[in-house]
């Protein structure tokens, strides 16, 4: 071979290599242009779709606006017991709901102190009388008999308080509002005979003879009620004699000490039977006992208290009648009326539902009884028992309402989202009477409105 020959072998070579490097840098170069230009794919994402806002329908009904409170089904009928002194409870022979007749010892203090000192103020007093003129032996005599007198008297005007008469004069009152509330329905059932043409002969007959019965019956529950009062004066009139002969006693016992003395005042005697009159009354006060025939309601004490003179501390009642007695704030029972009615249940027991009437309310803090009382007839219902007490203070009939939680306000504005076939729509809404339950809507929507909740 020759050497021209030699160098265009090794150029043809060096073409070629030349011209597979070209076409691999085209390849590399077309690929990268490839991935510039290819889109990237989006993965699409689940999106949680939208509730729908609940929707409430323009309704017409009653809107009232209810008081509500609870209290205990206790006797009507209540008196509260304390001691005139103070003292230390020695025993209390009652407890809550015993029933009791009028006179029985409920309680009484430790009188061990008073007993001493009433032996010291008794030997006190005979040493006061012994310096008196000796000559006056008969005067003494007389001295003594004065105190037993004086004695007698006061055990007799005891006596004759514990014996009062309020339960008969109560007993009888509640016979009158039976027989009252009798003539009221037998009134009631003989009109409505009448009402009905189509009724026999008999049947009206039979309701007027009910009526006259009715009427006889509320006059001889009137005559016992009378009868009871007059008694419960005569009681009256039986205490003041007893009072008064008391005052005699006393006013003897002084004629006496003076006749003992000489018919000179000796001021030893005086103080010393003053004094001995005072433990004595302090010993009759330490014992409490029942005015009434009556029923146990709370009992504050037990033996070893410490009481305050005219504490409470024993409360007895008439069993009947009963009502609902609760304690009131007095902004709260202002809210209230004597007359307005409601609906009375045992907690918790719809189902014992029944009318009732306030039948008392305090009118200031001032007031004695701070209690709202009402008048119910549950029956069959226990002493305490916590009752539920209903009572409308406003009532709207025949209006519109909406629950509270569909009104938006903004600003001054008050307003309501409606459903239409046009999408949603804001109007502005004027109320009326506003409870928890219902809201009364007095313009702004129409009866079948359908409104969306916020």
């Known amino acids: 071979m020759s050497i021209r020959t030699g160098w265009a072998a090794i150029l043809l070579v060096v073409a070629g290599s030349l011209l597979a490097a070209c076409s691999s840098a085209g390849d590399l170069s077309g690929n990268g242009m ?4 290819s889109a990237p794919t989006s993965t699409p994402v689940p999106t949680a779709e939208v509730a729908a806002r609940p929707t409430y329908v323009v309704q017409r009904g ?17 008196m509260m017991l304390s001691f005139p002194v103070n003292g230390t409870v020695r025993q209390v022979t009652v407890k809550r709901g015993d029933a009791v007749s009028a ?11 008073l007993e001493n000192q009433l032996s010291s103020a008794q030997i006190k007093l005979e040493t006061a009388l012994s310096n008196v003129d000796s000559s006056a032996v008969g005067g003494i005599q007389s001295v003594e008999n004065a105190q037993i007198s004086l004695a007698n008297a006061r055990l007799s005007l005891e006596n004759t308080k514990a014996g009062s008469p309020w339960t008969s004069v109560a007993s009888a009152r509640l016979q009158v509002e039976a027989a009252e509330q009798s003539l009221a329905d037998a009134q009631r059932s003989y009109n409505e005979a009448l009402s009905h043409p189509e009724n026999p002969a008999s049947a009206v007959d039979n309701a007027y003879q009910q009526l006259l019965n009715a009427q006889q019956q509320l006059e001889s529950a009137q005559i016992s009620y009378f009868s009871a009062a007059q008694n419960y004066n005569k009681y ?26 000489g018919g000179v005042s000796d001021e030893s005697v005086r103080s010393a039977q003053l004094e001995l009159d005072q433990i004595r009354k302090k010993i009759v006060d330490s014992s409490l006992y029942a005015p009434i025939d009556g029923v146990i309601l709370d009992v504050y004490i037990a033996p070893g208290n410490s009481v305050q003179a005219y504490a409470t501390v024993i409360v007895i009642a008439l069993p009947e009648p009963k009502e609902v007695i609760a304690s009131l ?35 200031s803090s001032k007031d004695a009884d701070q209690t709202t009382r009402v008048a119910a007839s549950l029956a069959g219902v226990a002493d305490n028992q916590i009752i539920e007490v209903q009572l409308p203070l406003e009532v709207r009939e025949d209006v519109l309402w909406l629950p509270p939680s569909v009104l938006r306000t903004f600003q001054n504005r008050t307003f309501v989202v409606l459903e239409t076939p046009d999408g949603p729509r804001t109007v502005d809404v004027q109320l009326g009477l506003q409870t928890d339950e219902r809201v009364e809507i007095v313009s702004g929507v129409s009866e079948g409105d359908v409104v969306i909740a916020p």
């Open 103 to 113: 006179g029985t010892l409920l309680a009484d203090y430790d009188i061990s102190d």
């Open 329 to 363: 704030a007095i902004s709260d029972a202002n809210r209230l009326s004597v007359g307005m009615t409601g609906a009375c249940l045992v907690m918790n027991r719809p189902e014992t539902a029944v009318g009732c009437i306030v039948r008392s309310i305090p009118l």
């Open 236 to 261: 009256d009139y039986s205490i003041e004699q007893a009072e008064n002969a008391v005052l005699q006693a006393e006013l003897n016992l002084q004629r006496a000490l003076d006749e003992a003395a």
């Open 62 to 78: 009653t809107v009232q606006d209810v008081f509500t409170f609870t209290g205990r089904w206790q006797p009507r009928d209540q």
């Open 34 to 37: 490839a991935q510039a230009q």
